[in-house]
């Protein structure tokens, strides 16, 4: 992993994260599992999936600790344990 400033390690039930501020003209995160069985894996969220539909964003339009522990434990309970990767449906 780079020491890019821009990257925060976050730990969620055991397992950690790397979040970095997407640079790719898509306003949002990108979330490295380091902690995972499968290098280089992760997922991404766009600026467009930060808030619920009606909500207001903040006006720096950052998102908070509580929100990205939430999104990383909806990513963790979508994993197939066998693989290490998302359920197939």
């Not at 400033?5 to 380091?34: I, K, M, N, Q, S």
């Not at 808030?51 to 909806?74: A, H, N, T």
């Amino acid at each position: 992993m780079s020491t890019d400033p821009g990257t925060r390690r976050l730990v969620v039930d055991g397992e950690t994260f790397h979040v970095t501020a997407r640079r790719d003209g898509c306003p949002g995160y990108h979330f490295a599992w380091v902690s995972g069985p499968n290098a280089d894996y992760g997922f991404s969220i766009g600026e467009a999936l930060l808030f619920k539909i009606g909500d207001d964003p903040p006006v720096d339009s950052e998102m908070d600790d509580l929100r990205m522990k939430q999104e990383i434990r909806q990513f963790l309970d979508d994993i197939d344990p066998e693989t290490g990767y998302i359920r197939d449906s």
